[in-house]
Nanobody
Framework: QVQLVESGGGLVEAGGSLRLSCAASGRTFSSYSMGWFRQAPGKEREFVAAIRWNGENTYYANSVKGRFIISRDNAKNTVYLQMNSLKPEDTAVYYC?????????????????WGQGTQVTVSS
């Protein structure tokens, strides 16, 4: 069983930055792509960013492209989401997830393990 634990959320003013971390259990972390999703109150969970197993390819939602950076450290079994120029509309619970084998997608059903989420609140 894989466990994913997010951290780094909090309250920040618009224009500020936060870095989220997601620590994964297990010895096969480096074999899987990883993703970040978010869910705002009353809205569906949506794709934010993904990174392939080797870190060489990254993918972003249009809404965060140019502001957020996803990265990973396979030696530490950790994936990160650096969030810059934050906006109030970025307020949500952020989840990291492990992709199914051979997937690096934008769809929820391409991911099989999820963290519990971390709250990010951006004040205007």
């Amino acid at each position: 069983q894989v466990q994913l634990v997010e951290s780094g959320g909090g309250l920040v003013e618009a224009g500020g930055s936060l870095r989220l971390s997601c620590a994964a259990s297990g010895r096969t972390f480096s074999s899987y792509s990883m993703g970040w999703f978010r869910q705002a109150p009353g809205k569906e969970r949506e794709f934010v960013a993904a990174i392939r197993w080797n870190g060489e390819n990254t993918y972003y939602a249009n809404s965060v492209k140019g502001r957020f950076i996803i990265s990973r450290d396979n030696a530490k079994n950790t994936v990160y989401l650096q969030m810059n120029s934050l906006k109030p509309e970025d307020t949500a619970v952020y989840y990291c997830a492990r992709a199914r084998p051979y997937y690096t997608g934008r769809n929820l059903d391409e991911y099989d393990f999820w963290g519990q989420g971390t709250q990010v609140t951006v004040s205007s």
